[in-house]
């Protein structure tokens, strides 16, 4: 019975593919257009980073194959670790093949966690960020009620007591830890500021406990109709979404 109602759920556009399968992030695009609601997350989430630089700015995406934060910032270079259509170049996090201080900034949807050495990634990141510039993200955060649902109903591992902030390298969607952005930037913000000196965590807030959960993400159906988005959206924020958020909107600047 469970296996059927999850079959039911899986959403049609995704059902059986790979999750490192380049076509399978080219075909997320396709689910996040299709489906109101959670196109409705993103374009608050798109709308949240685009706010922290000016329209035109050289800013660097990574992991844009299946996203369109491109339409709210003109000035974006989209990137991706495989070949994805759409995209402008093919960049691996860990080693960003840019001139020292060319960027006004680096910008993620749902990729550090993914990142096997994150380490590698700030490093390149203070390299190639002018001075002032940002690395803005959202990513998944470790609230209790965030945990609960990441370590029961998610698929990808969320360890939140690992002692390493690398974990073993494998598929680039396959191998991750979702509890890392909280580990590094919460748990371990003393070590980040010994390590990073030239970055400094600008915010951390913590948002929707609920929404990206009834939309049904990139690979479920949506359990909620388009129009009722705003509805959900203000009773999270009316209800504390600091305390319970699943995600969180993350600010670094390069002092």
Not at 99 to 108: K, P, R, W, Y
Not at 201 to 210: F, Q, Y
Request: with cysteine.
């Amino acid at each position: 019975m469970l296996k059927t109602i999850k079959e039911w759920l899986e959403h049609p556009l995704t059902r059986g593919m790979a999750l490192d399968d380049p076509r399978t992030t080219a075909r997320r695009l396709e689910v996040i257009r299709s489906k109101h609601f959670l196109s409705n997350i993103y374009a608050e989430w798109y709308r949240a980073i685009s706010s922290y630089f000016a329209p035109e700015a050289g800013v660097l995406e990574i992991g844009s194959g299946a996203g369109f934060l491109k339409e709210f910032l003109p000035g974006l270079i989209t990137s991706e670790i495989f070949e994805v259509p759409g995209v402008d170049r093919m960049i691996d996090a860990q080693s960003i093949d840019f001139d020292d201080a060319s960027l006004d900034g680096i910008a993620m949807t749902d990729v550090f966690h993914h990142l096997p050495d994150c380490g590698r990634f700030f490093t390149e990141a203070t390299r190639v960020i002018r001075p002032g510039g940002r690395i803005v993200m959202i990513e998944p955060w470790n609230t209790g009620w965030g945990r609960l649902i990441y370590q029961n109903l998610h698929h990808e591992p969320f360890q939140p007591h690992v002692a390493d902030w690398k974990f073993p390298a494998g598929g680039p969607l396959s191998a991750a830890n979702g509890a890392l952005p909280w580990i590094v930037l919460e748990r371990d913000r003393v070590e980040f500021t010994r390590r990073f000196p030239g970055l400094s965590i600008e915010r951390i807030a913590p948002l929707m406990p609920i929404s990206y959960l009834i939309s049904g993400g990139v690979s479920m159906r949506s359990l909620v109709p388009g129009w009722s988005y705003q509805i959900v959206r203000t009773l999270e924020r009316i209800s504390g979404e600091h305390r319970t958020g699943m995600f969180a909107l993350i600010v670094i600047r390069r002092k």
